[in-house]
């Protein structure tokens, strides 16, 4: 099976302007998390998403949002991009029926860099 | 709330030697451990997880973790070093509650010296 991917790899926009990342999981997965990493702040869980339902939110400001579609593959979107959402962000995929403790398969990762 | 505590940023051995990399976790119920790896310039690969049952788990490429209720702790370890587990390592904890919400660890990196 092919991995999770994420598109694009690299991204650099500037401070105001917003951004989509886009995840594809590994075909069958319904579960989709997504997770800031950052030097100074370390891996922090911003959403998940199964069968196209936010199931868990981080800690994170209502500028960062996603969206799951019928076809698992999920979006992410940051409004008004701030110096600070300067990150790589990775997207995991789960199972099927996205049970505790199933594990998670990581994609690559997005680099954004914010100017 | 959960937590992880990942003991020293940083940990060098000599190939051939004993890895240990030591996590404490915090959680009010019973909880959902693992260990991951990043090497640079890509995502998480999973090590090892323990969810139920034996408490010794093993993984890939040679690493096994402890689950210990009463230090609660799981500290990975290797019984020797290889080149090629320069990495950083997350412990992450998971109290299965409502989904794939997973708390990380800081990290720690790993180098092997020749």
């Known amino acids: 099976k092919a991995g999770v991917t994420q598109t694009p790899r690299y991204l650099i926009k500037t401070r105001g302007q917003q951004v989509t990342l886009s995840c594809s999981p590994i075909s069958g997965h319904r579960s989709v998390s997504w997770y800031q990493q950052t030097p100074g702040q370390g891996l922090q869980f911003l959403f998940e998403y199964f069968s196209e339902t936010q199931r868990n939110k981080g800690n994170f400001p209502g500028r960062f949002s996603g969206r799951q579609f019928s076809n698992s593959r999920s979006e992410m979107n940051v409004s008004t991009l701030e110096l600070g959402d300067s990150a790589l962000y990775l997207c995991?995929?789960?199972?099927?029926?996205?049970?505790?403790?199933?594990?998670?398969?990581f994609g690559p990762g997005t680099r954004l860099l914010v100017l | 709330a959960q937590s992880v505590t990942q003991l020293g940023s940083h940990v060098s051995v000599s190939e051939g030697a004993l890895v240990l990399l030591r996590c404490n976790y915090s959680?009010?119920?019973?909880?959902?451990l693992f260990w991951y790896v990043q090497y640079p310039n890509q995502g998480l690969q999973l090590l090892l997880k323990y969810t139920t049952g034996a408490t010794l788990v093993k993984g890939i490429n040679g690493f096994e973790a402890e689950f210990k209720k009463s230090e609660t702790s799981f500290h990975l370890t290797k019984p020797s070093a290889h080149m090629s587990d320069a990495a950083e390592y997350f412990c992450a904890v998971s109290d299965g509650t409502g989904g794939f919400k997973t708390i990380f660890g800081a990290g720690t990196r790993l180098f092997v010296k020749a």
């Open positions: 995991a995929s789960s199972s099927v029926t996205g049970q505790r403790g199933e594990t998670q398969y």
């Open positions: 959680s009010s119920v019973p909880p959902y």
